[in-house]
């Protein structure tokens, strides 16, 4: 694997240490046409709420390259009273996930927040601190 474009023929293996956030993933998670779109694009319903992770210093660039650089998924905000985003598909222990970027200026470059069908603090009985490690689906970045 190569830094700057990267082929992945496996998923992409992206390790954060699980924090709290500021509790807006689970407004943005009950919109409807955030519901409807992630369902349409994931092939679940997001549970509320997201589960943040700081990336690992060791894996920060594969992120940054990935978010950049990655076509990812779109989900398109009906006015301009809310934000876009992108997604990117991956698994947690074979539980289908995805991390949500939003389009906003500013938006920390070293978090990840994961939607799930389920709670997954709750499903994986997890706390802060704790090490995760999200695979991706790319085919080419």
């Not at 955030?34 to 990336?55: A, D, M, S, W, Y």
């Not at 074979?94 to 499903?123: C, F, S």
Request: net charge negative; charged share 15%.
């Amino acid at each position: 694997m190569r830094l700057g474009k990267l082929q992945a023929e496996e998923p992409l293996q992206i390790k954060g240490v699980l924090c709290s956030g500021i509790q807006q993933g689970s407004h943005f998670t009950q919109l409807d046409w955030v519901r409807e779109q992630c369902n349409n694009l994931l092939g679940f319903i997001p549970h509320p709420g997201t589960l943040n992770l700081k990336v690992e210093k060791v894996d920060l660039q594969l992120w940054q390259i990935l978010r950049q650089d990655a076509t990812g998924l779109m989900v398109n905000a009906p006015t301009q009273e809310f934000c876009s985003a992108r997604l990117f598909p991956g698994s947690l222990t074979q539980l289908n996930v995805a991390a949500v970027v939003p389009l906003v200026a500013g938006y920390p470059e070293d978090l990840i927040e994961i939607l799930a069908p389920v709670p997954l603090r709750q499903h994986f009985n997890l706390i802060d601190g704790d090490s995760i490690t999200i695979a991706f689906f790319t085919k080419k970045i």
